[in-house]
């Protein structure tokens, strides 16, 4: 149900102000793009974050906008989507708002399943204080504040996700529009906690962390499009797969025996796949797109189901009659 | 605490007013008693009972629990004693009372925890079963006190509490454990008789506490009966004793805590603005109750979010309130500390929301369960940068339930977060409450900007200077609020040095400007000056009221001046004090109010502090006033 409105009715007047050159526009841009598809007036929907390069996105868009402190987004976005179910609420974050500072609330809005679009901006580096390493980033990070290279180890933030019970979980790239779209729309129709991760390049502290998933002579070999239904296939001539052995998944070169009938076949609704693939590293492909979809009750929407039955029983609050409730007593 | 005028003060005494065959019966114009036991033994059960029965026999009344932190505390160790004391009159009651007229001892430990508050002359009432070898070793005696005379100075009353309980409920078919936790409604029974109290009350309690165990209801009430009666037939007691009604306001009463009035304080603000309203807490001691009782409500609408952490539970109410709700998050100091980013981002994008600190004693985890007032100056200035918002603190139980709505009326007329602040003194403490006409209470306006002509998100009501609340939802008014620094009227993003020191100055006038809505400073006694006045904010309102009558009754010329609005202070508040010579500021902490007085008045005042966990009582009170007049 696509609105009257067109992208440029959710570019908001203020100038954007990040680094030429950084993913974030792109982001910013497929987002605006996007928009007018929902068909969700501009006037009912609201974006909230907290602190970071990623969280002045809010300011950008021709929408409602709150800009909040670091890490706490997910707890204001579940107190305005909770008392305004009416509301479609997106959170945007980033790997060291959401996953840092702030990965309590992050979880938890995700294991209570709050239906909120979660956008998590991963750049595997602190932009705005410029350049400290973060909790995506690789061990042996060398970065202003760890010279002799970072000594732990980084979260995924798929895996942190599924682990913390969320209802969607995808991943896509800032470059890839096409994807990035699909992934937004999916994430939108989701009724629940949608939670993407979008690789962005941060051109200025960690520029090219994400060349092999976006270099065009060998994205292809890196990459691998997850579609629901449909065999685990990768590489430039579509001649790679994932294949089972054991407990172990492995690449596997299709042909000399190896068809498309021995591969993996991804199926969103499947924890344990999702897991599997979540946990994916070298040499096995990364994956992007939907790692898992289910469908169970929005936190939101149970707790006005809880006041709608409490009003239905007791009928609504009667002010008078609860301060009267208990022993009292009159004094003439 | 609702007496006319004119019974106020009234002097206690005490007369023989004659008694039946039996027993004689005496007047009595004020009783403190302490119920004391192990966490098991029920003792704030039976305590609450009593003040409910002396409620309802017309008495003003006070109480305060006194519960251990640890939750189950090894069984008949002081550690794990639990204690109630109620104070009940025929006169105005102000405080739970300095010490117990009667003590009930459940084991020794209830003894040895609280024998030093019983003063001279004063009654023990134990279970003799209880003082057993093992039980006396447990609470640390190497003799027993009930045979080794040290209680010689005291009226030590021992019964057979166990036996008797356990002979009246033996046909009952519970078991030994069962019947043994009945002991508390046997003694209940036993001390409605001693102070004739109707037990009717109690009755009925019980028939709807246990409506669906009626064994256990049966062996409840036969326990109760049994205890009336052995204090009517025994001759234990010499006499049974009278407290007559106080003169009370006419009108409609029940008996609340703290934290129930600061509950439906918020229930009625939320109900007279006509929004639901939003709780976004974490549970800590002392002020899950207030989540609790809300958690209840969920029809009226009452949403209760039970967050991660204390930063979710403000955050999602600022989250709330950005959507129209009423939001109000609930803690102690410790979850103060932690929201306190959160709030300057309250009091920056000027979203409305109620802060509630129920101060327990610090620092750090400190002793939960006891009052302290250490967090004024955190409430007044502690967080980072220019953050001023208002402050507003209750003085008694029922004064809670004002105190919630009224900060919620200046959160939303002026578009600001508000601290109020009450303490575990008022949060588990009781009192008998005037219940309100809902219809006379003042009105909280709701005021949604819906008209986009014109609209910015920072501009200004000329008079309050609080900005529009523009909620997500309302087509044309679009708009992005957030921490940074933002411009005059647009709120957009600006670093303008000038403009920063505009935007800071204009939130501190607004904030300042809230002293219109204070009423002028009361003065309790000298109102023309004299020579000492008390100041004091919060819970200690009633032990200071109390000191200040004990003296001026013996000609002092002591008066007392009581805080309700800590920021802004009352306008008149320095040329009040400096009509006095001496100004005394009591409270429990270091000086934190006097501090305050220093700076913004310039008045070389007293302090008068106790950071003990416990509430001032009133002899230490006008022991220090009196040195005080003397220097
Ligand atoms: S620092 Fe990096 S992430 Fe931040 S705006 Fe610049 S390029 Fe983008």
Redesign the pocket.
């Known amino acids: 149900m696509a609105s009257a409105l067109s992208r440029k009715d959710f570019v908001s007047d203020q100038e954007v102000r990040?680094?030429p050159?950084?993913?974030?526009y792109a982001i910013l841009a497929q987002v605006q793009k996007q928009m007018p598809e929902f068909g969700v007036p501009r006037e009912k929907t609201v974006f909230i974050s907290g602190i970071g390069?990623?969280s002045r996105f809010p300011y950008y868009m021709n929408t409602y906008g709150f800009h909040t402190i670091h890490g706490r987004a997910p707890a204001f976005a579940t107190g305005l989507k909770v008392t305004r179910p009416d509301l479609d609420v997106w959170v945007v974050t980033g790997d060291g708002d959401g996953l840092s500072i702030g990965g309590n609330h992050l979880i938890h809005c995700l294991r209570r399943n709050v239906d909120l679009k979660i956008l998590l901006f991963n750049?595997k580096?602190y932009?705005?204080t410029k350049g400290q390493y973060s909790p995506t980033s690789e061990v042996g990070k060398v970065t202003k504040s760890t010279p002799a290279g970072s000594v732990d180890f980084p979260f995924n933030p798929i895996t942190v996700a599924l682990g913390s019970h969320a209802s969607f979980v995808c991943r896509t790239l800032d470059v890839e529009q096409k994807h990035l779209a699909e992934m937004l729309k999916r994430a939108h129709a989701h009724r629940g906690a949608s939670f993407i991760e979008i690789l962005?390049?941060?051109?200025?502290?960690?520029d090219g962390a994400f060349n092999e998933l976006t270099d065009k002579p060998i994205k292809a070999e890196h990459q691998l499009v997850l579609e629901h239904g449909k065999p685990l296939i990768f590489g430039k001539n579509r001649d790679k797969g994932i294949r089972m052995n054991g407990m172990r998944p492995e690449v596997v070169q299709l042909g000399n025996g190896v068809s498309e009938s021995d591969l993996v076949v991804h199926d969103e609704t499947n924890l344990a796949l999702a897991f599997m693939l979540g946990n994916f590293e070298p040499p096995l492909p990364t994956p992007i797109g939907v790692f898992y979809a289910t469908s169970r009750p929005t936190f939101d929407a149970a707790m006005n189901q809880q006041l709608a039955d409490a009003k239905a029983k007791q009928g609504p609050g009667d002010l008078d009659a609860l301060l009267k409730r208990g022993d009292v007593w009159t004094v003439k | 605490m609702a007496l006319p005028p004119e019974a106020a003060g009234g002097a206690a005494q005490s007369s023989s007013i004659g008694g039946s065959a039996a027993h004689k019966r005496e007047r009595r114009d004020s009783v403190v008693i302490r119920f004391a036991g192990d966490s098991g033994d029920g003792m704030q059960l039976a305590g609450m009972q009593f003040t409910a029965e002396s409620a309802l026999a017309g008495n003003d009344i006070a109480t305060l629990p006194d519960f251990p932190a640890e939750i189950r505390a090894p069984a008949g160790t002081i550690a794990g004693v639990s204690g109630f004391q109620v104070n009940f009159s025929s006169g105005e009651v102000f405080t739970a009372g300095d010490e117990p007229t009667v003590l009930v001892a459940m084991n020794p430990a209830a003894l040895k925890a609280n024998l030093d508050d019983v003063p001279p002359n004063g009654v023990i009432i134990v279970d003799k079963e209880a003082f057993s070898d093992a039980n006396l070793k447990r609470a640390g005696y190497t003799s027993n006190p009930l045979t080794d005379h040290s209680l010689d100075k005291y009226q030590v009353f021992t019964v057979d509490i166990t036996k008797l309980t356990t002979t009246a409920l033996h046909d009952t078919g519970l078991n030994n454990r069962a019947v043994f936790r009945c002991r508390n409604l046997f003694v209940l029974g036993m001390l409605s008789w001693l102070y004739q109290r109707p037990i009717e009350s109690t009755v009925n309690w019980l028939e709807g506490r246990f409506k669906k165990t009626p064994e256990v209801l049966n062996a409840n009430l036969k326990a109760l009966r049994a205890g009336y009666a052995y204090g009517e037939t025994t001759e234990m007691f010499a006499s049974s004793y009278e407290v007559p009604p106080a003169r009370i306001v006419p009108g409609t009463y029940r008996n609340i805590t703290g934290n129930t009035a600061t509950a439906l304080g918020f229930v009625a603000a939320a109900v007279k603005a006509g929004r639901p309203l939003f709780l976004g807490s974490y549970p800590i001691t002392p002020a899950s109750d207030v989540l609790h009782d809300l958690a209840a409500l969920k029809n009226f609408p009452v949403y209760t979010f039970q967050a991660e952490d204390e930063i979710a539970g403000v955050s999602s109410a600022i989250g709330a309130a950005f959507g129209g709700a009423i939001a109000i998050t609930t803690t102690s100091g410790p979850g103060m500390n932690l929201k306190a980013e959160a709030i300057g981002l309250a009091v920056k994008t000027e979203l409305p929301i109620v802060i509630t600190d129920i101060q327990r004693a610090g620092p750090s985890t400190g002793m939960p369960t006891k009052p302290e007032q250490a967090d004024l100056l955190m409430a007044l200035y502690g967080r980072h940068g220019e953050s001023p918002l208002p402050v507003i603190a209750a003085a008694t139980p029922a004064d809670c339930f004002e105190c919630a709505y009224e900060a919620v009326r200046i959160a939303v007329k002026y578009m600001t977060p508000v601290i109020l602040m009450t303490d575990g003194q008022l949060a588990n403490g009781a009192e008998p409450w005037l219940l309100p006409e809902t219809s006379r209470l003042p009105e909280i306006k709701v005021d949604f900007r819906t008209d986009p002509e014109g609209f910015l998100p920072y501009i200004r009501d000329e008079e309050t200077l609080s900005r529009p609340w523009a909620i997500p939802g309302t087509p044309g008014l679009e708009h992005r609020i957030g921490g940074l620094s933002g411009e005059d009227r647009t709120g957009n993003v600006s670093y303008s040095p000038a403009n920063n020191e505009l935007m800071v100055r204009t939130r501190a006038r607004k904030i300042a400007g809230i002293v219109r809505e204070i009423p002028p400073t009361e003065i309790f006694g000298d109102t023309n000056g004299g020579e000492l006045v008390v100041l004091g904010w919060g819970s200690t309102y009633g032990s200071i009221r109390e000191a200040v009558k004990q003296l001026r009754g013996k000609g002092k010329s002591v008066s007392h001046i009581h805080l309700r609005y800590l920021n802004p202070l009352p306008q008149d508040l320095g040329d009040q004090l400096r009509k006095f010579r001496k100004v005394m500021v009591a409270e429990m902490n270091m000086g934190q109010l006097i501090k305050v007085v220093r700076a913004d008045y310039l008045i070389d005042a007293i302090g008068c502090n106790k950071i003990q966990g416990r509430p001032f009582k009133v002899s230490e009170l006008t022991n220090r006033i009196t040195r005080a007049l003397e220097d």
């Open positions: 990040w680094c050159g950084c993913g974030d390069c990623s750049n580096i932009g705005l962005q390049n941060c051109n200025i502290f960690n």
